[in-house]
C-alpha cells in the first residue's frame, strides 16, 4: 500500500498570530524570503555557523492543513497577490508563489540546469565572468541529490503531455522527457495547490528544515517593508518587517525589526526590486526594476474525441527546446500545463455560450504552451517593476512589441501543428477571437488577428530580473557575487538576478547559482 | 492584490470615465436588484453584488447541464475573495462595476441607454463584448478584471465540475509513512 510521507515541521518556525508584540532581534545573517534562493542560502549559511533569521511574507504551509487540491482554497493561499498578480493592464497573469518554501510550494516540479547558451551570453554580454557550468555544477550536483531529481519514467508521461511528445515526434521535433524534484510522485496532478502528499521536495521539506536544524529561525507571516540604512548610505542596518494576519493577510499592527551584520534578500523578481525601491536604496543609474523578464506565455487548446484528463497525473514530463535558438528573433520552448477547472476558464477565450461550451469539453482538452526566452535580443529590455501610492502597491509593466508577436505567433502556429499531428480535432488560440485550426491552410488566420494587451491570452508562471547582475554598476544593480554594487552587506539572492530570461524553468537555477554565491559570501567572512 | 489596480490610469479617459463611474448615473437609472445578498458583504454594497451578479451570469452563461451563478452565489464568493484585497483595488473594482453598470457607458459603447442590470441578455452581451474588444485599453482591462473573478468564482465551486467532465480531486490512500 502507497503511503504519505510525513510533514516535516520547521524547528524554530513562528507564524504571524503567535507573534503578540513587536520584535527586536537580531542576527549575523537576516534573510527575506523563504524561495529556493532564500532557503539554500540560509541553509548554507546556518551551517557555517551563521545565527540566521529568515523573514517570509506569506504563511506557512503543511500537506495535512493546507493541500487539499482545490483551486478555491490555494490560489488565495499559495500565490502572490492572491492569485490575482498581474501587469497593470491585466494583460500578462503572474503566476507567483508566496508562502514558506517560495514557488517551490506550488510548481510544476520540473528542473533544469541552466542552459550553456543562457551561462555563454551572461558572460559575454553583462560581464559575468565565471558564470560558468563548471563552477555551478558541484552546487547542482549536491541540490538534486538532496531533492531527488530524476528523469520521469515514460510509463508517468500522462496523455495532455503525450499530445506533446507524440505529436512533435511525427512532425520530427525533438523532445525531451523532464526531471522533476520528488519522492514517490502519486500523479495527483495538483502540484501548483500544493502537494498532497508530500513528494514534491520543496524548500519546506528539505532546505528549510535544515537551515532551522541549523539553528535558523524562520518567521512567517512577516512582510519586508524596508531595509534600513546607516547615515552614510554604505550598509544595511536592520530590516523593518510588519506582522500579517495570516486569516485576513493584513497588518496587525505588531512589528519584527532584525539587526544584522549582513543581509540577504531572496523575495524573488517583483518583490526584491519592490523592496530595494521602497528602501530607498542607492541606484544612481535606475536599475532597480528594471530588465524583468517573464518567459511570457502563449497556449494554444487542443480537443480530441478521446479523453486527455490534463488535471491528472504529472503536469509536466515532456518539453521541447527545438524552438530556442532563432538567430534575430526571440525564440521560444515548449511545454504543457495542467488544465484544472478554475485555471482553464481564466485561460479560455471569450465570454457567454462559447466559453461554457469550451468548458464542458474540458475533460478533452489539452494545451500546448509556448515560453517566450525574453532578454535574449539586444534591444530587449523586459519589463519595468515600479511603485506607485506612495509605495504601498507595486506597478508591473511589460510592453509586448514586435518581436514578442512574432514569436507568438510562430509558436502557436508550431503548437497547433504538434497538436493535430497527435490527432486533434481542432485547436484553439487564445485571441479574444479565437482562431480555429483544423488544418494547415488555417494557421495564416493567425498572422491576421490584431496583436495587443488584453486581446490574446498571455501569462507567466517564471518571472526574473529586477535586480540583475552585472559586471558593471551602470548596467545592473548585483555584482557577480550577487553583492549589491554600492552596499557592501547585502546580497540578493534568487531569480532577480537573473540579467535575461533562462530558456528554462527557474528553480534549478537559482538553486545552483545562490548555493555557489552564498559559499562566496561565507569565505567573504 | 495588484492586478486590477492601473486599468484606471491610462489618461484622461481612464480619469474621466472613473469620475463618471464613481458619480452620477444617467437620468438617476438605478441599478436593478434582481439579485440579493445571501449574507452580510464585506466589501460591495447591495447595487455592486448586483450588479456583479448581473455581469456573472452573462459571462457564465450556464445552461441546463450547469447549475447557475446565483445558486453557486458568484458575487457572494466574490465578495469574500475581495475582503482580502487592499484597500484601494477593492475601491477600483467597486468603481469599475458602477462604471459598467452605468446606463452612459452603455450611450458611449453603443449598446444601449439602460443601465446594465436593466438590459436585457443580448444588449447585455453586446455591452460585454464591446468592453472586450475596445479600443480603449481601459475597457479591455475592466473586462477582463470582471471575467476572471466571475470566472475564478464559478468554476472553482464543486458544483459546476460535473458539467466540465472534471471528476474532482483524486482519493488518496490511507496513511503515512515517517
Redesign the interface.
Known sequence: ??????DRPIANLMRGREIGSNLVLSADVCVVGSGPGGAIAAARLAAAGARVILLEEGGSFTRKADF?????EA??KLY????????????I??LQGRGVGGGTLVNWTTCFRTPEATLALWRERHGLSDFTAERFGPHWDEVEKRLNVHVVDAAEVNDNNAVLMEGAKKLGIGTELLRRNVVSC?Q???CGMGC??NAKRGMALTYLPDAAERGARVYADCRAVRLVLDARKERVTAVEAEVLDPA???PTGRRVTVSAARFVVAGGAINSPALLLRSGLPDPHGRVGKRTFLHPVVATIALFDR?IDP??GAPQSVASHAFIERPGRTGFFLEVPPL???L???ALS????A??EG??????TNAVIALLRDGFLPDDEGGTVSL??GG?????RYPLGETHAEAMREAMKVSARIQLAAGAREVRTLH??PVVVRGERDLRFIDERPFG???LGVFTAHQMGGCAAGADPKASVVDGNLRHHHLANLWVFDGSVFPTSLGVNPQLSILGIVAASAERMIATG | MESRRGFLRKGLLGTALLALGGGAFLAFRRTLRAAKPRAALSVLSPDEYAIFAAVAARIVAVDGDSPATDAVDVAGRADDAMAQWPDSVQVEFRRLLRLFENALTGAVTRTGYETFTASRERRQDERLAAWAGSRVAVFRSGYQAMKRLACACYYAAPESWPATGYPGPPELPFGEIE
Open positions: 500500500m502507497k503511503l504519505l510521507a510525513a487539499h487540491m482545490q483551486e478555491a490560489y488565495p502572490q497577490d492572491h492569485g490575482n498578480r498581474a501587469t497593470d493592464d491585466l494583460s497573469t503572474i502519486l495527483t496532478g495538483a498532497p502528499t485576513t493577510d493584513r479523453r488535471y491528472y484544472h477547472p478554475m482553464a476558464s481564466l471569450g465570454f457567454g455560450a466559453h461554457r468548458m464542458k469539453l474540458l475533460s478533452r506607485r501610492e504601498k502597491r507595486l506597478s508591473i479574444k477571437d494587451p488584453n486581446l
